[in-house]
T-cell receptor, first 112, second 116 residues
Framework: KQEVTQIPAALSVPEGENLVLNCSFT??????LQWFRQDPGKGLTSLLL?????REQTSGRLNASLDKSSGRSTLYIAASQPGDSATYLC???????????FGKGTLLTVNP | GAGVSQSPRYKVAKRGQDVALRCDPI?????LFWYQQALGQGPEFLTY????????KSGLPSDRFFAERPEGSVSTLKIQRTQQEDSAVYLC??????????????FGPGTRLTVL
């Protein structure tokens, strides 16, 4: 059974800092990996989707990498802003079906 | 519409009541998913539709949970005789294509269900 772990569970940084969020998964037979953002009381906003054949994806100040063989992904956020404060969730999509398996998330607080 | 919509956004039910949660997927999306998110946890898969066919309901926690998508667009998740442990956020997601192999899923805002 696929298990997804996100470290750290919570992170607090001053505005302007670059930061890295980590995601690890136990079964490397994945089709893709998605990073989501969730604001309090809201749904999930898709940030980046990395296909298993890709190594990284970039969108603005966000960069996500994928190392399928070691079961790891990182989300890099450059020049963090208070508006980046949210919970960041990592989810893996398996090769055999469509079910996303999520980690518990990292709660990020960016202090002005 | 522009995105996935869900209604109601908030629902408070007394234990034992039946509830119905609605999801409107992105127009033209073939696949529709329901997930359950408990407080402080990541979402967990409940069920999957490809058009009107419910291809997987392995995540439904009990036979009190029932989902349908009769015309292949709007879906309803029904919970009968609600229990306190059913309290959670219920998320709906849709993706453009069907079948296996990781198509990007787009999520709605969720329905927060509180059972008293």
């Amino acid at each position: 059974k696929q298990e997804v772990t996100q470290i750290p569970a919570a992170l607090s940084v001053p505005e302007g800092e670059n930061l890295v969020l980590n995601c690890s998964f136990t079964d490397s037979a994945i089709y893709n990996l998605q990073w989501f953002r969730q604001d309090p009381g809201k749904g999930l906003t898709s940030l980046l989707l990395i296909q298993s054949s890709q190594r990284e994806q970039t969108s603005g100040r966000l960069n996500a990498s994928l190392d399928k063989s070691s079961g790891r992904s990182t989300l890099y956020i450059a020049a963090s802003q208070p508006g980046d404060s949210a919970t960041y969730l990592c989810a893996v999509g398996p090769s055999s079906n469509y079910k996303l398996t999520f980690g518990k998330g990292t709660l990020l607080t960016v202090n002005p | 519409g522009a995105g996935v919509s869900q209604s109601p956004r908030y629902k408070v039910a007394k234990r034992g009541q039946d509830v119905a949660l609605r999801c409107d997927p992105i127009s033209g999306h073939v696949s529709l998913f329901w997930y359950q998110q408990a407080l402080g946890q990541g979402p967990e898969f409940l069920t999957y539709f490809q058009n009107e066919a419910q291809l997987d309901k392995s995540g439904l926690p009990s036979d009190r949970f029932f989902a349908e998508r009769p015309e292949g667009s709007v879906s309803t998740l029904k919970i009968q005789r609600t229990q306190q442990e059913d309290s959670a956020v219920y998320l709906c997601a849709s993706s453009q294509r069907g079948g296996s192999g990781g198509n990007e899923q787009f999520f709605g805002p969720g329905t927060r269900l509180t059972v008293l």
